[in-house]
Protein backbone atom coordinates (compact mmCIF):
# COMPACT_ATOMS: atom_id res chain seq x y z
CA UNK A 1 0.00 0.00 0.00
CA UNK A 2 1.24 3.12 -0.92
CA UNK A 3 2.72 5.25 1.90
CA UNK A 4 0.15 7.87 1.44
CA UNK A 5 -2.76 6.30 1.94
CA UNK A 6 -4.78 6.15 4.98
CA UNK A 7 -6.93 4.55 6.91
CA UNK A 8 -10.44 5.63 4.90
CA UNK A 9 -8.12 4.57 1.77
CA UNK A 10 -7.29 1.44 3.18
CA UNK A 11 -10.73 0.51 4.19
CA UNK A 12 -12.14 1.63 0.65
CA UNK A 13 -8.80 -0.93 -0.67
CA UNK A 14 -10.22 -3.70 1.24
CA UNK A 15 -13.78 -3.69 0.01
CA UNK A 16 -12.96 -2.72 -3.30
CA UNK A 17 -10.72 -6.24 -3.32
CA UNK A 18 -13.93 -8.09 -2.22
CA UNK A 19 -16.01 -6.70 -4.79
CA UNK A 20 -13.65 -7.58 -7.18
CA UNK A 21 -13.39 -11.39 -6.78
CA UNK A 22 -17.03 -11.53 -6.29
CA UNK A 23 -17.23 -10.09 -10.35
CA UNK A 24 -14.62 -12.37 -10.89
CA UNK A 25 -16.22 -15.18 -10.10
CA UNK A 26 -19.18 -14.35 -11.48
CA UNK A 27 -18.08 -13.02 -14.55
CA UNK A 28 -15.25 -15.33 -15.67
CA UNK A 29 -14.61 -14.03 -19.61
CA UNK A 30 -13.49 -10.77 -18.52
CA UNK A 31 -10.28 -9.81 -17.73
CA UNK A 32 -9.12 -7.61 -14.78
CA UNK A 33 -5.72 -6.39 -13.53
CA UNK A 34 -4.88 -5.36 -10.07
CA UNK A 35 -3.11 -2.07 -10.15
CA UNK A 36 -1.88 0.02 -7.53
CA UNK A 37 -3.37 3.33 -7.76
CA UNK A 38 -1.42 6.77 -8.02
CA UNK A 39 -2.91 9.31 -6.91
CA UNK A 40 -2.83 13.18 -8.60
CA UNK A 41 -0.85 16.03 -6.89
CA UNK A 42 -1.95 17.74 -4.54
CA UNK A 43 -5.00 15.93 -3.34
CA UNK A 44 -6.31 16.15 0.20
CA UNK A 45 -7.46 12.90 2.50
CA UNK A 46 -11.06 13.09 0.98
CA UNK A 47 -9.89 13.43 -2.95
CA UNK A 48 -6.93 10.01 -2.39
CA UNK A 49 -10.22 7.70 -1.44
CA UNK A 50 -12.34 8.63 -4.27
CA UNK A 51 -9.20 8.60 -6.82
CA UNK A 52 -8.19 5.72 -4.87
CA UNK A 53 -11.68 3.85 -5.50
CA UNK A 54 -11.84 4.85 -9.52
CA UNK A 55 -8.27 3.73 -9.96
CA UNK A 56 -8.05 0.37 -8.04
CA UNK A 57 -9.28 -1.65 -10.67
CA UNK A 58 -7.54 -1.35 -13.97
CA UNK A 59 -9.57 -3.40 -16.89
CA UNK A 60 -7.83 -5.03 -19.74
CA UNK A 61 -9.57 -4.57 -22.94
CA UNK A 62 -11.25 -7.63 -24.62
CA UNK A 63 -13.13 -7.93 -27.45
CA UNK A 64 -16.03 -9.72 -25.12
CA UNK A 65 -16.06 -7.07 -23.15
CA UNK A 66 -18.93 -4.83 -22.99
CA UNK A 67 -17.62 -2.03 -25.10
CA UNK A 68 -17.78 -2.31 -28.43
CA UNK A 69 -16.52 -1.04 -31.86
CA UNK A 70 -19.85 -0.17 -33.97
CA UNK A 71 -18.84 -1.51 -37.46
CA UNK A 72 -16.95 0.84 -40.13
CA UNK A 73 -16.26 2.53 -37.41
CA UNK A 74 -12.34 2.67 -37.45
CA UNK A 75 -10.49 4.28 -39.86
CA UNK A 76 -8.96 1.69 -42.64
CA UNK A 77 -5.50 2.82 -41.19
CA UNK A 78 -5.39 1.30 -38.23
CA UNK A 79 -3.26 -1.29 -37.09
CA UNK A 80 -2.99 -2.85 -33.59
CA UNK A 81 0.47 -3.03 -32.22
CA UNK A 82 2.18 0.34 -34.46
CA UNK A 83 -0.74 2.58 -33.35
CA UNK A 84 0.27 4.70 -30.30
CA UNK A 85 -1.78 7.18 -27.91
CA UNK A 86 0.93 10.12 -27.53
CA UNK A 87 0.98 12.73 -25.17
CA UNK A 88 3.38 15.38 -24.47
CA UNK A 89 3.74 18.80 -22.72
CA UNK A 90 5.19 22.07 -21.67
CA UNK A 91 8.09 22.32 -19.54
CA UNK A 92 6.05 24.15 -16.66
CA UNK A 93 3.23 22.31 -17.20
CA UNK A 94 4.07 20.14 -13.83
CA UNK A 95 6.35 21.99 -10.82
CA UNK A 96 10.01 20.70 -10.68
CA UNK A 97 9.52 19.58 -7.21
CA UNK A 98 6.98 17.28 -8.07
CA UNK A 99 8.15 15.89 -11.20
CA UNK A 100 11.63 15.22 -9.85
CA UNK A 101 9.48 13.12 -6.67
CA UNK A 102 7.54 11.11 -9.77
CA UNK A 103 10.37 10.03 -11.68
CA UNK A 104 12.39 8.82 -7.77
CA UNK A 105 8.96 6.42 -7.18
CA UNK A 106 8.79 5.61 -10.87
CA UNK A 107 12.47 4.27 -11.35
CA UNK A 108 11.95 2.54 -7.98
CA UNK A 109 9.03 0.98 -9.32
CA UNK A 110 10.56 0.29 -12.66
CA UNK A 111 13.82 -1.40 -10.65
CA UNK A 112 11.80 -3.59 -8.42
CA UNK A 113 10.79 -5.24 -11.43
CA UNK A 114 13.72 -5.51 -13.06
CA UNK A 115 13.74 -2.75 -15.89
CA UNK A 116 16.38 -0.08 -15.53
CA UNK A 117 14.92 3.20 -16.25
CA UNK A 118 18.36 4.53 -17.25
CA UNK A 119 18.20 2.18 -20.68
CA UNK A 120 17.36 4.43 -23.47
CA UNK A 121 15.38 0.58 -24.35
CA UNK A 122 13.46 0.71 -21.13
CA UNK A 123 9.89 1.30 -22.46
CA UNK A 124 10.12 -0.96 -25.44
CA UNK A 125 11.16 -4.34 -22.24
CA UNK A 126 8.38 -2.60 -20.65
CA UNK A 127 5.84 -3.18 -24.01
CA UNK A 128 6.81 -6.69 -23.73
CA UNK A 129 5.31 -7.25 -20.88
CA UNK A 130 1.31 -6.42 -21.10
CA UNK A 131 0.04 -6.91 -17.68
CA UNK A 132 3.09 -5.14 -16.35
CA UNK A 133 2.78 -2.21 -18.93
CA UNK A 134 -1.37 -1.92 -18.06
CA UNK A 135 -0.14 -1.68 -14.07
CA UNK A 136 2.44 0.88 -15.19
CA UNK A 137 0.00 3.30 -17.00
CA UNK A 138 -2.75 3.26 -14.06
CA UNK A 139 -0.26 3.66 -11.70
CA UNK A 140 1.98 6.91 -13.02
CA UNK A 141 0.45 7.89 -16.30
CA UNK A 142 -3.21 8.35 -15.04
CA UNK A 143 -1.98 10.84 -12.39
CA UNK A 144 -0.46 13.12 -14.83
CA UNK A 145 -3.20 13.44 -17.12
CA UNK A 146 -5.48 14.56 -14.23
CA UNK A 147 -3.05 16.77 -13.00
CA UNK A 148 -2.14 18.36 -16.78
CA UNK A 149 -6.18 18.89 -17.11
CA UNK A 150 -5.82 21.26 -14.38
CA UNK A 151 -3.94 23.88 -17.42
CA UNK A 152 -1.16 24.48 -14.40
CA UNK A 153 1.73 26.72 -15.85
CA UNK A 154 1.62 29.28 -18.47
CA UNK A 155 -0.32 27.51 -20.98
CA UNK A 156 1.26 29.19 -24.10
CA UNK A 157 -1.13 27.43 -26.28
CA UNK A 158 -4.19 29.67 -25.12
CA UNK A 159 -3.12 31.53 -28.12
CA UNK A 160 -4.49 30.06 -31.35
CA UNK A 161 -1.48 31.07 -33.54
CA UNK A 162 0.82 28.93 -30.97
CA UNK A 163 -1.06 25.90 -31.00
CA UNK A 164 -1.48 26.06 -34.88
CA UNK A 165 2.15 25.58 -34.80
CA UNK A 166 1.95 22.16 -33.01
CA UNK A 167 -0.62 20.78 -35.25
CA UNK A 168 1.24 22.12 -38.12
CA UNK A 169 4.08 19.73 -37.05
CA UNK A 170 1.82 16.60 -36.44
CA UNK A 171 0.61 17.19 -40.27
CA UNK A 172 3.81 17.63 -41.70
CA UNK A 173 4.64 14.23 -42.56
CA UNK A 174 1.08 12.55 -42.08
CA UNK A 175 1.15 10.04 -45.02
CA UNK A 176 4.84 9.30 -45.08
CA UNK A 177 6.16 8.24 -42.02
CA UNK A 178 2.86 7.85 -40.29
CA UNK A 179 -1.21 8.56 -40.15
CA UNK A 180 -1.68 11.27 -37.74
CA UNK A 181 -5.52 10.53 -36.23
CA UNK A 182 -7.42 12.31 -33.61
CA UNK A 183 -5.23 15.02 -31.76
CA UNK A 184 -6.36 17.54 -29.21
CA UNK A 185 -4.28 20.59 -28.40
CA UNK A 186 -4.66 21.63 -25.19
CA UNK A 187 -2.90 24.96 -23.55
CA UNK A 188 -0.03 22.96 -21.82
CA UNK A 189 0.06 19.76 -23.76
CA UNK A 190 -0.75 17.56 -26.61
CA UNK A 191 -3.13 14.48 -27.02
CA UNK A 192 -2.70 12.36 -30.14
CA UNK A 193 -3.24 8.83 -31.78
CA UNK A 194 -0.64 8.26 -34.53
CA UNK A 195 -0.03 5.29 -36.72
CA UNK A 196 3.76 4.36 -37.79
CA UNK A 197 4.92 3.63 -41.11
CA UNK A 198 7.85 1.86 -42.40
CA UNK A 199 10.92 2.05 -40.35
CA UNK A 200 9.40 5.31 -37.76
CA UNK A 201 10.18 4.79 -34.54
CA UNK A 202 8.04 6.22 -31.70
CA UNK A 203 10.59 8.23 -29.66
CA UNK A 204 12.59 9.59 -32.61
CA UNK A 205 9.26 10.89 -33.95
CA UNK A 206 7.96 12.76 -31.19
CA UNK A 207 11.46 14.41 -30.73
CA UNK A 208 11.05 15.38 -34.38
CA UNK A 209 7.37 16.89 -32.97
CA UNK A 210 8.73 18.99 -30.15
CA UNK A 211 12.08 20.02 -31.53
CA UNK A 212 10.50 21.98 -34.88
CA UNK A 213 7.45 22.95 -32.64
CA UNK A 214 9.56 24.48 -29.98
CA UNK A 215 11.71 26.43 -32.88
CA UNK A 216 8.34 28.02 -34.39
CA UNK A 217 7.13 28.80 -31.15
CA UNK A 218 10.42 30.36 -29.23
CA UNK A 219 11.01 32.64 -32.73
CA UNK A 220 7.53 33.67 -32.49
CA UNK A 221 7.27 34.43 -28.82
CA UNK A 222 11.03 35.76 -29.38
CA UNK A 223 12.75 33.90 -27.04
CA UNK A 224 15.32 31.27 -26.40
CA UNK A 225 14.96 27.35 -24.03
CA UNK A 226 13.13 24.60 -23.62
CA UNK A 227 9.25 24.51 -24.56
CA UNK A 228 8.55 20.74 -23.90
CA UNK A 229 9.73 18.35 -21.03
CA UNK A 230 11.78 16.19 -22.40
CA UNK A 231 10.04 13.13 -21.22
CA UNK A 232 6.65 12.04 -23.45
CA UNK A 233 4.25 9.34 -22.65
CA UNK A 234 3.74 6.99 -25.31
CA UNK A 235 1.10 4.11 -24.89
CA UNK A 236 1.10 1.17 -27.55
CA UNK A 237 -2.41 0.93 -28.86
CA UNK A 238 -3.24 -3.17 -28.73
CA UNK A 239 -6.72 -3.67 -29.75
CA UNK A 240 -9.65 -1.76 -31.59
CA UNK A 241 -11.86 -1.04 -28.04
CA UNK A 242 -8.53 0.25 -26.91
CA UNK A 243 -8.21 2.98 -29.84
CA UNK A 244 -11.58 3.73 -29.49
CA UNK A 245 -10.83 4.51 -26.06
CA UNK A 246 -8.38 6.85 -27.14
CA UNK A 247 -10.35 8.25 -29.23
CA UNK A 248 -13.43 9.24 -27.11
CA UNK A 249 -10.90 10.46 -24.55
CA UNK A 250 -9.16 13.15 -26.71
CA UNK A 251 -12.53 13.74 -27.73
CA UNK A 252 -13.88 14.96 -24.32
CA UNK A 253 -10.01 16.38 -23.01
CA UNK A 254 -11.30 20.16 -23.48
CA UNK A 255 -14.59 19.99 -21.62
CA UNK A 256 -12.91 17.72 -18.67
CA UNK A 257 -10.84 20.98 -18.36
CA UNK A 258 -13.90 23.64 -19.12
CA UNK A 259 -12.08 25.14 -21.60
CA UNK A 260 -13.70 27.84 -23.51
CA UNK A 261 -13.61 27.53 -27.68
CA UNK A 262 -10.63 28.87 -29.15
CA UNK A 263 -7.96 27.95 -26.11
CA UNK A 264 -7.93 24.76 -28.00
CA UNK A 265 -7.54 22.76 -31.40
CA UNK A 266 -9.62 19.62 -31.83
CA UNK A 267 -8.66 17.12 -34.90
CA UNK A 268 -10.57 13.87 -35.74
CA UNK A 269 -9.41 12.38 -39.80
CA UNK A 270 -12.74 12.00 -41.66
Known amino acids: MPFCYGTAERKVAGTLRRAVAEAEQNQPSRKHHQAKAYVPFGYGTAERAYYFEQAMHFELFDRRAEFSVREGNLPHWFQPGVTYFVTFRTVDSIPQALLKSWHLRRDQWLRERGIDPAQPAWKARLRQDVELEIEYHATFTRGFMEYLDRNR?????????????????????????????DYVVMPNHVHLLVCLLGATEIESLCRSWKTFSAHEINRLLGRRGRFWQEESFDHLVRSEAQFEHFRQYIAQNPTKAALAPGQFILYSPK
Not at 158 to 176: I, K, M, P, S, T
Request: net charge negative.
Open 153 to 181: GDCPLCDANLAEQVAACLRHFDGQRYRLG
